[in-house]
């Protein structure tokens, strides 16, 4: 493409294979309108843990959210395909990426590619409007309004994402105005994991921590979201 021409925005339909997606530009839609604007969201979500003895909880982070791509089309066939119905020409072919693909038992995967954005997810909502028809009603321009959820393999997230906690067991003495959801929060990064701590160490009252205790702080491992101790 030489500099100053106009990129048209792409939407890759792909395939999986084992958690990859792949693609093709053999099997792909290209729109006619470019979109004036598109929107990328990224939230976090968090709870709330109650701790004995605080006035309010604790929010600890959960987990992230996919991120969303949300942008709106124009679509034509009056301009340029003469008078073509568009839902042969554009519509149904996007209505095929929100439909359960058959061989996935799930909608396919998507890459949409404009410029310097390139974003891989998955069609999550789809909502059309027609706005011009010809003379015998047939739909010649329309609005899509198209949102998409990223997909990210697990494998590529755990590489990412790497919990951190002790790998050894270790030992603490415990100095006044210490507690063991602020430890457990320093040790695992997880308030919540005070437990471990007080069932290690056969403290029955997470609020009166002796000073001057060799407190333990055990190893711990993951299966899945829970944690294992090994005191």
């Known amino acids: ?5 106009e990129k048209k925005l792409e939407i890759m339909v792909g395939t999986l294979n084992g958690n990859k997606a792949r693609f093709s530009t053999n099997n792909s839609i290209i729109v ?3 979109p004036t604007e598109y929107s990328l969201e990224k939230t976090n979500g968090f709870s709330e843990s109650a701790i004995p003895g605080l006035d309010a909880p604790i929010i600890q982070f959960g987990s992230g959210k996919a991120r969303t791509l949300s942008l709106e089309l124009l679509i034509d066939t009056y301009a340029y395909d ?6 042969k020409k554009y519509i149904e072919r996007i209505e095929q990426l929100i439909k359960v693909d058959g061989n996935l038992h799930a909608p396919p995967p998507c ?6 954005l390139e974003f891989i997810g998955v069609l999550e909502s789809l909502s059309k409007k027609h706005t011009m028809f010809l003379g015998d009603g047939t739909p010649v ?3 899509l ?10 494998d590529v997230q755990l590489k990412a994402t790497k919990r951190a906690s002790p790998d050894k067991r270790k030992e603490y003495v415990l100095k006044e105005g210490d507690s063991l959801w602020q430890l457990a929060h320093q040790a695992y990064g997880d308030a919540r994991l005070w437990r471990v ?7 029955d009252d997470p609020r009166q921590v002796p000073i001057g205790k060799v407190l333990v702080v055990p190893a711990l491992t993951w299966k899945g979201r829970e944690a294992i101790s090994h005191a």
């Open 145 to 154: 309004s198209l949102k998409f959820k990223e997909y990210i393999p697990v």
């Open 32 to 34: 006619a309108f470019n």
């Open 82 to 87: 003469n008078g073509e119905d568009i839902r």
């Open 197 to 203: 701590l007080a069932e290690a160490n056969g403290l």
């Open 1 to 5: 493409m030489k500099n100053g021409e």
């Open 141 to 143: 321009r329309a609005r």
């Open 111 to 116: 890459k949409v590619v404009w410029g310097s």
